[in-house]
């Protein structure tokens, strides 16, 4: 199958795309032993010579992974602060992965964890509406009136978030626990939609992704996609 020749790159973990089309601008890769400095140029990774500084590359196996992010870790591959980040939980990993959109630091629950980059694309496109579920605890206890606007939709600083599933799994006055379907990925979107209705997120989880679950981990915990699955998230992404 033919594909861009950065992406190629990308995939075998040379780099990220942008450094890749860098590489390639730089004169470094070799194509069937012929330099190759144009963008956008068309390989197929099974059957073209591919060389980056001289060095042949190999395409990674394709890995995908169900990870419990724990609380207070950052959602990326480093951090100049030092702070621990999802790449901590991966070091047994060779192949070159990075999650799949992102939960902020105080949100614990489900992230995806991949090299496939098509995949991953295919994912966090809107037009695909990967439904997400999260459980919050608020403090205080919403009215049905107010549950019944978060349904609706309410007006964040980017503009009306799309109507949600919710509904109250524990309510007293104190604090109440809501589970909440989305299938829009805006940054902290359910800190947001609570907040603008006056409710202070006291915890958040992200329970499900499309049809894949927790069941089974702990935070900090990690498993591989079957083959099943994945053909059944590629179904679903059609």
Known sequence: ??????????????????QSEELILQGKVKVNGQVVQTLGTKVDPDQDWIEVNGKHIKQEKKRTFIFYKPK???????????????????????????????LDFETEGLLLMTNDGELANRL????????????????????DEELEQLRKGVRLEDGMTAP?????????PEKSKLRIQIHEGRNR??????????????????????????????????????????????????
Do not use: W
Not at 80 to 101: N, S
Not at 124 to 143: F, I, Q
Not at 196 to 214: D, P, S, W
């Open 1 to 18: 199958m033919m594909e861009r020749l950065q992406k190629v790159l990308a995939q075998a973990g040379i780099a990220s795309r942008r």
């Open 72 to 102: 207070l870790v950052i959602t990326s591959m480093s951090d100049p602060e030092g702070r621990k980040t999802v790449a901590d939980f991966f070091d047994d990993v060779p192949e070159r992965i990075y999650p799949v959109g992102r």
């Open 124 to 143: 966090a496109h809107p037009r695909y509406e990967v439904n997400k579920v999260y459980v919050t605890t608020v403090k205080g206890k919403p009215t």
């Open 164 to 172: 949600a599933d919710v509904r109250m799994m524990q309510a007293n």
């Open 189 to 238: 979107q359910i800190r947001r939609m609570c907040e603008v209705l006056g409710y202070q997120v006291l915890h958040l989880i992200r329970t499900k992704y499309a049809f894949l679950h927790l069941q089974g981990l702990n935070p900090g915990d990690k498993r591989e996609l079957t083959k099943a699955e994945i053909e059944k998230l590629n179904r679903m992404l059609r």
